[in-house]
């Protein structure tokens, strides 16, 4: 008899999940509440080390087919001051409305039953209290694209510009409530405040209503304990400034998809993911702690923006 696997989240690690659970022989059955496409607050960059994860499960050559915008240097911009790196391989830009469903698509799921889920891919949960909460916004912009993904460091905020195919442009921020507040959450204004981010996306023309996420809370969750495999931000959210989230969604994703399949525990699961995630996790605590004391500028004039860059990726996984 066919084994199940029942996915609660379709998004890139519920999708991962059922797709790489498929390859091993197994049914995936997807639960998803959301109406698939749609768009989604996101970075919208893939990091160079999606490649091999999509080959991984046979669906690179439709993310080309998809025509990502080629992204080939990193600027940071601090004030007046810019630090500017090129990276070792090219990275992409795909808006999350064309990936989520290309994976979705490909993920070849039967609609699910109700049954306990093995996977849970469902994005984070969390409350926090009202002040110091984090809320991330984006947008996308028509007009002159770049091939660089640029990050604006301001008053306790960032927002990130990059290209998506298209020849469009995403811009995405975030920022703690006190701060979007002066603002009266009016994006526009918040993205007008700093004068180096205006002048980049003064030349573009917004094309959609802002869209907005929160409150975000950075955290881990190893549970060796749990009943279910965690996988993407249910199992971990990490600072979307790294750029290494989409990259570990679908890493993490098609990690428990296959453990899933294969029976593993969940422990070594937990222990793979773990040692895969922790760096990224732990430089970007050190960032943001940078940004929050406004000492980020100083740091990253110490380290190079290669280093920077390899420091956020996360590691491989074993199982193949």
Known sequence: MERIVTIL???PAGAAAAIAAGREGCLPQVIEKSKFPRHKVCGEFFSPEIQIELERLGVWDAFLASDPARVRRMKLHF???EKVCCFPEPGWGLSRFAFDALMFDRAQASPAE???PAVIACGRRTVESRGQRLFGFKAHFEG??????????FDRCYVGVSAIEGGRTNVCGLGPEDVLRRF???FDRVVY????????????TRSMKWLSTGPLHFRQTFDPDHKAYLAGDALSFVDPFTGSGLVAAVKTGALAGIAAARGLPVSEYCAQSRTMLKKPFEIAGIFRKAVGGGWAEWLAGLVPGRVLFALTRPGNHSCQ
């Open 79 to 81: 004030g007046r001051r």
């Open 9 to 11: 989240g379709g998004g």
């Open 144 to 153: 002159p694209c770049d091939d660089a993904v640029e990050l604006f460091f």
């Open 114 to 116: 109700s049954r306990d």
């Open 184 to 186: 009266d959450f009016d």
């Open 193 to 204: 405040y700093s004068p180096a981010l205006s002048a980049r996306v003064g030349p573009l």
